[in-house]
């Protein structure tokens, strides 16, 4: 239920642990608590894919068949957790200055790490591992040298399963002879249980409602409650447990934290690394001296009717037994003394063939089976204290790697824990000659893949230096091809201004042609308009000469008029004057018209003149014309030609840009593919770097395992 701040876990991560991370845990398609069923990723490293695609397969069958929670190879320098099983949290991260240093795996690696001896196995107790959700978790480790040197550290969380089956013998208390409250308990020296308890197997209800009656047992009964297990959070600190883990052994009777009377038998577990365990074997005070206490109450109820029995007796004939009931009576009393005052031996021996006599018999007789019943419960507690010690010294055996150690089994109640004992020996022996062949195998394909992974590595730098030489001169192709299309979108500009101004001389010389076209025309109309006032000039003068002619018939006429009024005398002076006046203005008509005819001579030869300049004219017209249509068509044609050119400037100024650009983008993707191919190469490297320290770590893994003695071989076989 405690809230985990995940962005300061994530920002402790390396790029690598991230990208890790992110393949075999985030896009791992296999839901929370299966990420072991991957075998390998879709993408990352080739080499590690691989080896983890066959490492993975043989990891699988050890896990499963017992019970690790799970396995851990470790760095010895980084610290980097380079493979584990079930793919936590702590998969890729540094135990030494990452998220997880401090725990359990942490401590566990450097105790490896630093022991110096390769045979020696470290062990972390059990305590909170927050990757493991906060379950309670125990690791062991052991150190993976080569040549003298440690290389790395194979560690293996603790099956807390397989610990639980154990000490509960599968849910068979009762088969196993620990009747109704009767159970083993495993405490730490932290006085936590290491394995859940049979009150919270069988009763949780109950056991949590006591759970609550203790010092700050609501909490207590809270965490128990949200995880379903005791372990590593119930305190259990009592007089059997201080004993054994003071390396004590034996048989006591004492209450527990609820108040409950037990009887127990105790003793120390030493572990490997010294730590010590109390093993603790209790059961009920009154279930286990039930047998004892109805002897007791069998011999209360005897000894009153004995003292009943004498009574009635001694009333009856005292006078005439007095004699032979006194030695009876006295020797029943006495022997019933000394039972009560705990002299189990005692017996009343009456020899007479009487009452009495069948009395003290009867009694002894009952003495003999219950006192047999005490004898045997004793026997068999010291028989299950030999069992506890045989199990001690068996598991000191297995402590210091000798897997050939077995455990007597008993019919007592260790004899399931002796069996259990053996069968975990026996499959360890099988696993770690599993793990050995899987070394073996393991280290034959690392150094296939250390020669390929060389090989591939020297192929990426060829690949390097070739990818950088063409990246350079891309990069030179592609600044030539931007001059270039700068110069062609110059040129472009610049011939988009002559076809514009091409354009507009076409648009002036074709209005010139008009212009010249037009004037042609007018000229042509205006020589036909002085033709045709030629031509009335001449009709003018015509008329002029009509006119002078009557002018000068009317000089005559006046004349003749002068003369006849004259002759008349004063009857013609009227008429005189009349005939002086036509005479004036028939003179007056005559220089007119000659002045007309001046005027109109003028005029013709003015109109002759225009005509031949006009006829001049237009020839040039004509001329000007012919050569502003050449004009024209010579300006049509370079418009057509320049409109070509310009055209085609624009086609390679875009190619040349669309080539800059092209050539930017493969500058662009050389320059990426350069990067990649250095990432490529660090990849490969640090790959060649993890293949070796796994080849180590196998060959570590090897002489590792070569320290245990197995069945049917030897030490550092």
Request: proline fraction near 3%; charge should be negative; aromatic fraction near 4%.
């Amino acid at each position: 239920g405690s809230e985990v701040e995940m962005a300061s876990l994530v920002d402790q991560l390396s790029p690598a642990a991230v990208a890790l991370q992110y393949l075999y845990i985030a896009s791992n398609p296999h839901p929370l608590g299966s990420k072991g069923d991957l075998d390998s990723a879709e993408a990352g490293s080739e080499g590690y894919r691989r080896l983890h695609e066959r490492l993975h397969p043989y990891m699988r069958q050890v896990v499963q068949q017992y019970g690790y929670y799970d396995v851990f190879l470790i760095d010895i320098d980084s610290g980097n957790v380079v493979y584990t099983f079930y793919k936590e949290l702590d998969f890729a991260t540094s135990l030494i200055d990452g998220p997880w240093a401090g725990t359990g795996l942490s401590d566990a690696f450097l105790k490896a790490r630093d022991s110096g001896d390769p045979g020696a196995v470290q062990l972390d107790d059990y305590r909170t591992y927050r990757p493991s959700y906060d379950d309670q978790a125990a690791f062991f480790a052991i150190p993976l040298q080569r040549d003298g040197r440690t290389i790395g550290v194979l560690a293996a969380q603790a099956p807390i399963d397989r610990i639980n089956a154990i000490a509960t013998f599968r849910g068979e208390w009762e088969a196993s002879g620990l009747g109704d409250t009767g159970e083993l308990s495993l405490i730490g020296p932290d006085l936590l249980p290491r394995a859940i308890s049979r009150s919270m197997e069988q009763r949780p209800d109950a056991y949590l409602q006591a759970l609550q009656t203790l010092p700050g047992g609501s909490e207590i009964a809270a965490l128990v409650r949200a995880r379903g297990t005791d372990v590593g959070l119930v305190p259990a600190d009592t007089e059997a447990v201080q004993a054994a883990l003071r390396g004590e052994s034996g048989v006591l009777t004492y209450r527990d934290g609820f108040g409950q009377t037990l009887l127990g038998a105790y003793g120390p577990l030493q572990l490997s690394d010294g730590t010590r365990w109390a093993v603790i074997s209790r059961i009920a005070a009154d279930e286990a001296l039930a047998p004892v206490t109805a002897l007791l109450r069998q011999q209360s109820l005897v000894a009153a009717g004995i003292a009943l029995v004498l009574a009635m007796l001694a009333g009856l004939i005292a006078n005439r037994l007095a004699r032979s009931i006194n030695q009876p009576v006295s020797q029943l009393s006495a022997t019933v003394q000394q039972l009560s005052a705990g002299n189990m031996e005692a017996r009343a021996e009456l020899a007479q063939q009487d009452e009495l006599g069948d009395l003290g018999r009867a009694l002894d007789n009952l003495l003999d089976e219950r006192v047999a019943t005490l004898t045997k419960a004793a026997a068999e507690n010291e028989q299950l204290n030999d069992s506890v010690i045989q199990i001690m010294q068996a598991v000191t055996g297995l402590a210091q790697n000798d897997l050939t150690v077995t455990v007597p089994v008993t019919p007592d109640i260790t004899g399931a824990v002796s069996d259990a004992i053996n069968l975990l020996t026996k499959e360890t022996s099988d696993a770690l000659r599993k793990v050995l062949q899987a070394s073996n195998e393991v280290t034959e394909a690392s150094n296939t893949l250390r020669s390929r992974t060389e090989v591939v590595l020297d192929s990426a730098n060829a690949n390097d230096r070739e990818v950088q030489a063409a990246a350079t001169e891309l990069k030179q192709a592609a600044e030539a091809l931007a001059t270039v299309a700068a110069q062609a979108e110059g040129a472009r500009s610049r011939a988009e201004e002559a076809l514009r101004t091409s354009t507009q001389g076409l648009r002036i010389v074709s209005e010139t042609v008009q212009g010249v076209t037009a004037s042609r025309d007018q000229i042509r109309e205006t020589e036909k308009r002085v033709k045709r006032l030629a031509e009335r000039s001449q009709e003018i003068t015509g008329v002029v000469n009509i006119i002078n002619q009557i002018a000068e018939r009317t000089a005559v006429l006046a004349l003749n008029a002068g003369m006849q009024a004259a002759a008349a005398g004063d009857a013609g002076r009227g008429f005189a004057v009349v005939a002086d006046e036509v005479k004036r203005l028939a003179d007056s008509a005559r220089t007119a018209t000659a002045q007309i005819g001046t005027l109109v001579g003028g005029i013709q030869a003015d109109a002759a003149d225009t005509m031949r300049a006009m006829n001049d004219s237009l020839s040039q017209f004509v001329d000007i014309t012919r050569l502003a249509e050449r004009a024209g068509e010579q300006v049509q044609a370079s418009m057509s030609a320049t409109d070509g050119l310009a055209t085609a400037v624009r086609d390679i100024a875009e190619s040349s840009s669309r080539q800059a650009r092209i050539s930017g983008t493969l500058v662009e993707r050389a320059q990426r593919m350069d990067a990649t191919t250095r990432q490529t190469l660090d990849e490969l490297s640090r790959q060649r770097d993890n293949v070796q320290v796994l080849l180590e770590q196998s060959q570590s893994l090897l002489s590792t395992v070569g320290v245990f003695r197995l069945p049917g071989s030897s030490r550092g076989a």
